[in-house]
Every structure is written in structure tokens, then in C-alpha cells.
């Protein structure tokens, strides 16, 4: 291990992304490590795996401030190149504080829609009218039983009627 290296099994990614020294974020594209990526400000030099990842790197492609690396085809000299080209190149840098100050332009704090609703659920008893529908079905229609029951009488009738008029064209011919 180098002196300018540590590991812990946890570390809080939010409060190392604003450190000023931090140049980049290696990730494989997840959408939380994303929304801090972009809070902060900070490049990111994406590894995407699956599910939504590829479209998280995109987007940050098209923003300016990642490059996006397919994991299977990286060699060590590809990833160099790669590595060095996002932290000498300053757009990637620009790109990405311009996307936080984007992100951040809002007409109000993060913290003002989560006190007034909070309020207004307290105000409203609980706000039973905002509460879901589904919560007052019976089981079988939440798991969509009654539908799937019409659907497999449906084609059960479809199936008898061409059975019985195939064996009276097969019978007759």
C-alpha cells in the first residue's frame, strides 16, 4: 500500500466529491453516485455495467464532463490514455461545474418541499386522500387475479371453438 492511498469498507461519497482536490470519479454509472457526481461537480470516467448505467454515462457524455469506457475492452494503456486526457483536459472540469450550477438553479432549497409537505400531511391527518387507490383493493384484483382469470377463459373459449371447427371440417371432408 502507498503512503498517499487508504481503504475503509465506507467512506461518505457526497462530502469526498466536494473536496477541492477531487479531479475525477471513476463509476460504473449508478444514478445516486450520478446526482452527486454532477452536485459537486466533478468529471466522471464512466464503467457502465447494466441496467440504466449506460443511459446515467450518456447523459453525462452529452453534458461534456465523462468519458465512457466499455469494461470489457479496456487494456492498461487504453485506460492511461484515457485517464490523462481527463485530467489535462479542462473542459471535462468546466463541463461538469456547468452542469452543478444547472442541476443546483432551483426555485427553492431542497430542504422547503420536504418541510411543506411534511406540514401539510400533519395538517391534513395523515392526507388519506393522497394515499393510493390499491390500498383498498381486495387481493385478488392487486394481483391482477379477476384479469388474468377473463384472459385464460378467453382463450380457452378461442381454443374450444377452433377445436370444434377443425374436427367438423376434418370429420366432413
Known sequence: MQKNMMTW??????????YQNVKLFISHGGVSGIYETVDAGVPVLGFPLFGDQQGNIDNLVNAG??????????????????????LNNKK??????TASKIFKDRPMSQAEPVVYWTEYVLRHNGAPHLKSLAFKLRWYQ???????VVILVFISVVIFITRKIVTSICVYS
Open 65 to 86: 464532463m465523462a468519458i465512457s469506457i466499455a469494461l470489457l475492452s479496456i487494456t492498461k494503456d487504453s485506460f492511461l490514455k484515457i485517464f490523462l486526457e481527463h
Open 142 to 148: 392487486y394481483y391482477l387475479l379477476n384479469v388474468l
Open 92 to 97: 471535462y472540469k468546466e463541463n461538469a461545474e
Open 9 to 18: 469498507k465506507w467512506l461518505p461519497q457526497r462530502d469526498i466529491f466536494l
